[in-house]
């Protein structure tokens, strides 16, 4: 048995949605999840993992830095929704890593009409958080 990279996403966010702070059960799972997220997680246990530490909030670099691999691997099976909640997650815990945010911001612009309006504001907070201002991103917001 043990624990596949969505129960451990879900567990994260169960507490997260609480606003149960047990860091030694936060750094437990993502410790779990450094072998798991890239063999086998989804973009949705990308996102919920990313949402969990965010609202809490607890800065876990090593996780941050694989949930940006394992996004930058998987970027276009993401839908708008888990991508722009991933984007405020790194924002909102004031993470800044450049090859995530112009993947972001490539795939966000080729698919903004995908994108609904909270997407959209997710998006554009985290890139105003963060200082990020590509220019295809913007023109593709501003047409949105």
Same mark, same amino acid.
């Given at each position: 048995?043990?624990?596949?990279?969505?129960?451990?996403?879900?567990?994260?966010?169960?507490?997260?949605?609480?606003?149960?702070?047990?860091?030694?059960?936060?750094?437990?799972?993502?410790?779990?999840?450094?072998?798991?997220?890239?063999?086998?997680?989804?973009?949705?246990?990308?996102?919920? !993992?990313?949402?969990?530490?965010? !609202?809490?909030?607890?800065?876990?670099?090593?996780?941050?830095?694989?949930?940006?691999?394992?996004?930058?691997?998987?970027?276009?099976?993401?839908?708008?929704?888990?991508?722009?909640?991933?984007?405020?997650?790194?924002?909102?815990?004031?993470?800044?890593?450049?090859?995530?945010?112009?993947?972001?911001?490539?795939?966000?612009?080729?698919?903004?009409?995908?994108?609904?309006?909270?997407?959209?504001?997710?998006?554009?907070?985290?890139?105003? !958080?963060?200082?990020?201002?590509?220019?295809?991103?913007? !023109?593709?917001?501003?047409?949105?």
């Amino acid at each position: 048995g043990g624990w596949n990279s969505r129960g451990l996403a879900m567990m994260a966010w169960s507490f997260a949605a609480l606003g149960e702070r047990n860091l030694p059960l936060l750094a437990a799972i993502a410790a779990g999840l450094a072998d798991r997220l890239i063999a086998e997680a989804s973009p949705q246990d990308v996102s919920n !993992t990313a949402w969990a530490y965010a !609202t809490l909030p607890m800065l876990h670099k090593p996780l941050m830095d694989l949930i940006a691999t394992v996004s930058l691997r998987m970027m276009e099976q993401f839908e708008p929704r888990n991508l722009s909640i991933t984007a405020w997650a790194f924002a909102s815990l004031g993470v800044f890593n450049e090859p995530f945010m112009l993947a972001i911001s490539a795939f966000s612009s080729r698919k903004m009409a995908c994108f609904g309006p909270q997407e959209i504001s997710n998006l554009s907070w985290a890139c105003a !958080t963060i200082s990020f201002s590509d220019h295809p991103l913007l !023109t593709a917001v501003a047409s949105a």
